[in-house]
């Protein structure tokens, strides 16, 4: 059974810092990875996906790698800002379905 | 504008009753799914559908029913049979199961 764990669960830091944020996972076998972001109370927004045949994506200040074979994946966000605030969640993408982690709380402070 | 839409925002369910939550999307996406939050706690997926008329159970299905009679429409019961309903709810659409999820607002579940 796939198992996914986000280290660290919350992060602070001050504004332009730039940060990773972690996601592993215990089962290599694949079809995608995505990150998402979740404000409080609100739904899902999809960052960046990873195509198992794909070692990383960007997307403007974010950039989102994978290592299949290790079973890790990781989010840099370059030159942080308040805005970022939020959750970030990974998903491995299995058969059929997506699996969670818990997320890592990021706090971005003026 | 597309998108999902989720409705009701909030949802109270007494003692004994089913509730249905509402899922919509006109981006004409085959596959639907409805996942469950619970604080500090990832997503599990309850239930997804790859076609109209077929839907499949998640991890935690027991106390949930779900139908497809239409490629927009995905809506959720939560039957008396959910001895802990109060999460947040939350329905996502994917042109099919390999490809990005979009999530609609979600709603949030209460037993009074």
């Known amino acids: 059974k796939q198992e996914v764990t986000q280290i660290p669960a919350a992060l602070s830091v001050p504004e332009g810092e730039n940060l990773v944020l972690n996601c592993s996972f215990t089962d290599s076998a694949i079809y995608n990875l995505q990150w998402f972001r979740q404000d409080p109370g609100k739904g899902l927004t999809s960052l960046l996906l990873i195509q198992s045949s794909q070692r990383e994506q960007t997307s403007g200040r974010l950039n989102a790698s994978l290592d299949k074979s290790s079973g890790r994946s990781t989010l840099y966000i370059a030159a942080s800002q308040p805005g970022d605030s939020a959750t970030y969640l990974c998903a491995v993408g299995g058969f059929q379905k997506l699996v969670f982690g818990t997320g890592t709380r990021l706090l971005v402070s003026p | 504008d597309g998108g999902i839409t989720q409705s009701p925002k909030y949802l109270f369910r007494k003692e004994g009753q089913n509730v249905t939550l509402s899922c919509e999307q006109n981006l004409n996406h085959d596959a639907m799914y409805w996942y469950r939050q619970d604080p500090g706690q990832g997503l599990r997926l309850i239930y997804y559908?790859?076609?109209?008329?077929?839907?499949q159970k998640g991890d935690i299905a027991e106390g949930y029913s779900v139908s497809r009679e239409k490629k927009e429409s995905f809506p959720l019961t939560v039957t008396s049979a959910q001895k802990n309903p109060t999460a947040f709810y939350l329905c996502?659409?994917?042109?099919?199961?390999?490809?990005?999820?979009?999530f609609g607002a979600g709603t949030r579940l209460s037993v009074l």
């Open positions: 559908s790859q076609i109209v008329n077929d839907f």
């Open positions: 996502a659409s994917s042109p099919d199961t390999l490809n990005i999820q979009y």
